[in-house]
């Protein structure tokens, strides 16, 4: 019982993670605050990305508790005869971190003569 809990908050969590992720990237656009003065529920794009933000640490808690539950599987498969899938989902896994880590990011500026330019962090 204890574990369908676990599953049911975790998958909530990724719900409520993915709609506010959906609406700072639709709804409330960045720049949205400006002439717009766009808000949801009475709460600004900034005020979205805290809620955002502190989800995301909310599923994280729950998916290391999901994996700390389900230990003795993850043990099976890892020893078992096809842990390559177990490596290889790791591996994608950790790609995907290390892509949003290790990707520069851009800023839009302007040089000397006011010319808007593009350039890397």
């Not at 949205?32 to 809620?51: C, K, N, P």
């Not at 043990?75 to 591996?91: D, P, S, Y």
Request: glycine share 10%; aromatic share 14%; proline share 2%.
């Amino acid at each position: 019982m204890r574990m369908r809990i676990l599953n049911y908050v975790l998958y909530v969590s990724a719900c409520l993670m993915a709609g506010t992720g959906l609406l700072l990237a639709y709804r409330l656009p960045p720049g949205s605050e400006g002439v717009h003065g766009l808000r949801f529920f009475g709460m600004d794009r900034h005020d979205w990305a805290d809620v955002h933000f502190w989800l995301s640490f909310s599923f994280f808690g729950l998916l290391v508790a999901h994996l700390a539950a389900n230990w003795s599987w993850l043990k099976k498969i890892a020893t078992g005869e096809r842990v390559w899938r177990l490596a290889i989902g790791l591996c994608v896994g950790v790609a995907v971190i290390l892509f949003f880590l290790l990707t520069p990011v851009t800023h839009l500026g302007a040089n000397e003569d006011g010319a808007v330019r593009w350039g890397q962090h």
